[in-house]
């Protein structure tokens, strides 16, 4: 299988919400952030993008709550990622 890098990134596809903003949504609202961030890394991964796996997915994987501080960008780097 071939694989791509460096022409779609994972903040592409990513939402990120504060503390404040994630506390606002209801347990569906959730439900549904965390299965679509799920089945975007997966299928990423599965058209051969390489990616360390993000901090957000280990964190919606362990069922953790997935909101970033207001001082970080919800499209943080990741390591081994070149800046566009």
Request: glycine fraction near 6%; charged fraction near 25%.
């Amino acid at each position: 299988m071939k694989k791509f890098c460096g022409s779609l990134s994972f903040e592409d596809v990513t939402v990120g919400f504060t503390q404040e903003e994630w506390q606002k949504l209801d347990p569906d609202q959730r439900t549904l952030y965390r299965d679509v961030m799920l089945e975007n890394y997966s299928h990423l991964i599965s058209v051969g993008y390489c990616i360390p796996k993000p901090e957000l997915i280990f964190k919606l994987e362990q069922g953790e709550q997935p909101w970033v501080l207001e001082a970080e960008s919800p499209s943080q780097s990741y390591p081994g990622q070149s800046e566009h």
